[in-house]
């Protein structure tokens, strides 16, 4: 351990890898000092976990329904969070919505940023009218209200999963491109930028090759950040019915149909909610930690 | 050699600045158009997207074609695209959003007779906001590390990370289920709620100025019973909203060297926090209050929801279900024009009042 500690501390280091390695070691030192971010790290690491070996985790059937077991207090019957209005077990169903969760969150976070990114970068590379057009177009994604818009999207694409996502990452990419533009117009001009271009690059390889990989950071704190918000917007689109269909279990559907038994068997609503909070402090707290770690203008606050 | 001149400070401000000046505002109004028409085609193409007809939507299935043809000539849809975009801007501006298939009225008066509801509560929520949300913010500033700072961080990160509809529902859970301190759902009880029709003018559409109004005070007690959980509810995001900037605003003030030659001299430390810091950061808050008003247009659909509250957000939700495609695109417009005019009278409101900014 401590040859591998030293080589990733060496101050000369003998190749490229071995320095950004280093880097990466001494941005994980700074980040274990924090323990909000550490609780963030865990709460996204057992997400992972359990989404991963969800048959394993959950002890019954996320789907099968039993009658005869239906709307069972918690810690009765082997069931650690009670059972809902079909008998299925509560516990279970958020492990099976984990994996829910978290394909829309990977989805929208593989879909929007890209797409933000690219609408920024060529934007600020390009300027001139370029710029003034693609600005103005993400100015009037930015103008409406999130859900709101995702709302009609979805009235229009049809209730969904596949379509709440759609919704979800073309009501998101704008901030993204906001960053993007702001970081490409700061290295625009800088010399490394111009030595490409006299080596005969052309903007697209200079875009893709050379400006973006300088928006990649702020971009990923921007992602870890806006990711409690994806969980929100999802959650309240399955809230109102408008996300994923029964009968898979996704955690804002579940609250929903909590509802009408709110008052007698308050479990089926409140359970997945505290998986939602859970879920979206983890990420909170990560994304926190990410930006004291990867920005260094905001690491003394 | 020339000689500087001493600038005039009697004479009035100089052309060039009131044509400046001018030349501002007419860009933001240009901005604010801008903003407007790109926001009309969105839902435009939203609408059009649909994969409902609208003819059928109208006249029903069982129409002949010929009445088909008819209502489709009469709705405009056998124009060219972009001529059908023009009409409904013209249409627009006119105030004419199109009339909702649910109820058979104009979308616009739906809206206005629905929007007092959403306003009211979101009016109230957002003095739930300030009235926490700026001292906390001022208190944790003042001693960032303690408990007081670790405690308003931790209600601010549980904010972010709560789902409101989630957090209304166990506010009712708690509150009205189990100890009955609050009304239900709804905006008055079932008994009131006849009464309300019958007794109450119709002034405002906000219910606790209605009543006010009326001389109703049974009902107006009533009313504030089934406001405060929704309003509170909304006010706690508001509130972690505008305690989380207050902190950093204040922070950053009071760094500030006339914060330390105010200390100096003498003055007391609550007249330094209070009444020097305090208002200068007024001028940034107000920008954000404005921000996090115009949040809560959004929180309000799934709060509306819970609370079975009559308002904007009910109303798209409502229509979202039946396909009343000109409902939610006519909602969706009035909500984005709010949303857009607060955000632009954060920006000129801020410029009047802090002269540094250019």
């Keep these: ?301 | 050699m020339t000689r500087m001149t001493a600038p005039d400070i009697s004479s009035p401000r100089p052309p060039s600045q009131i044509a400046r000046r001018f030349k501002r505002v007419a860009s933001v109004v240009l901005a604010l158009f801008a903003t407007f028409l790109g926001l009309l085609l969105v839902t435009f193409i939203i609408g059009r997207v649909v994969p409902i007809d609208p003819v059928l939507a109208v006249i029903g299935e069982r129409a002949s074609q010929a009445q088909y043809e008819a209502a489709r000539e009469a709705l405009g849809l056998d124009k060219p695209m972009w001529q059908q975009f023009g009409i409904y801007v013209w249409n627009a501006l006119q105030g004419d959003l199109g009339q909702s298939l649910l109820t058979r009225r104009p979308v616009a008066e739906d809206i206005a007779r629905v929007f007092p509801a959403t306003l009211e509560l979101a009016t109230i929520a957002t003095i739930f906001g300030i009235l926490a949300g700026i001292p906390a913010g001022v208190l944790a500033a003042t001693r960032p590390g303690s408990w007081i700072d670790q405690l308003v961080r931790l209600i601010g990160l549980m904010g972010y990370s709560m789902p409101v509809f989630w957090l209304g529902l166990m506010g009712l859970l708690l509150f009205y289920g189990m100890l009955g301190w609050v009304g239900g759902p709804g905006r008055l009880d079932a008994v009131h709620e006849m009464m309300f029709e019958l007794e109450v003018r119709r002034v405002t559409g906000m219910i606790l100025i209605d009543t006010a109004l009326a001389g109703q005070w049974e009902m107006f007690r009533n009313a504030v019973s089934h406001i405060i959980l929704p309003a509170g509810v909304l006010g706690y995001y508001s509130m972690a909203y505008i305690s989380r900037m207050t902190r950093s605003f204040m922070m950053n003030e009071l760094s500030q060297e006339y914060i330390t030659t105010a200390r100096v001299k003498g003055m007391p430390e609550w007249r330094v926090v209070w009444v020097h810091a305090l208002k200068n950061v007024m001028v940034p808050l107000i920008t954000v209050i404005a921000l996090s008003y115009a949040n809560l247009l959004e929180g309000s659909v799934l709060t509306e929801t819970v609370f079975a509250w009559p308002g904007l957000g009910l109303y798209i939700t409502n229509a979202l279900f039946s396909a009343d495609m000109p409902a939610v695109l006519g909602g969706t417009v009035v909500v984005g024009l709010v949303f857009v005019g607060l955000n632009m009278f954060s920006d000129v409101l801020y410029r009047l009042v802090d002269p540094r900014a250019k």
């Design chain 1, 1 to 301: 351990m401590t040859t591998l500690t030293e080589w990733l501390r060496d101050p000369s280091p003998s190749s490229r890898a071995q320095a950004r390695l280093g880097q990466l070691w001494l941005g994980w030192l700074r980040f274990r000092r924090n323990p909000m971010a550490m609780l963030g790290a865990t709460i996204v690491v057992l997400l992972l976990l359990m989404a991963a070996f969800a048959p394993w985790v959950a002890p019954y059937d996320p789907i099968t329904q039993n009658l005869a077991e239906r709307l069972k207090p918690p810690m009765t019957g082997g069931h650690l969070m009670g059972t809902d209005e079909f008998g299925r077990d509560i516990f279970s169903r958020i492990v099976w919505g984990s994996r829910v969760t978290l394909y829309i969150v990977v989805l929208v976070a593989v879909t929007a940023p890209v797409f933000g990114m690219l609408i920024g970068t060529v934007a600020g590379y390009a300027g001139g009218w370029v710029d003034q057009v693609l600005m103005r177009i993400t100015d009037i994604f930015l103008a409406f209200p999130k859900l709101i818009l995702a709302l009609a999207l979805v009235a229009v694409l049809g209730p969904g999963i596949e379509n709440a996502v759609l919704a979800i990452a073309l009501t998101s990419w704008p901030p993204y491109a906001r960053v993007a533009r702001a970081e490409t117009l700061t290295v625009r001009n800088s010399d490394y930028i111009a030595a490409v271009q006299l080596q005969g690059a052309g903007p697209v390889r200079i875009i893709l090759g050379h400006v973006m990989p300088m928006c990649l950071s702020s971009v990923i704190i921007r992602v870890t950040l806006d990711m409690a918000g994806v969980i929100l917007t999802a959650a309240g689109l399955g809230f109102l019915g408008l996300g994923a269909q029964p009968p898979m279990a996704e955690w804002g559907m579940m609250i929903s149909s909590g509802r009408k038994f709110l008052f007698e068997q308050w479990w089926v609503a409140t359970m997945p909610g505290l998986a939602i909070f859970i879920v979206s402090l983890g990420f909170n707290l990560l994304g926190d930690g990410l930006r004291d770690v990867l920005d260094p203008r905001s690491a003394g606050k």
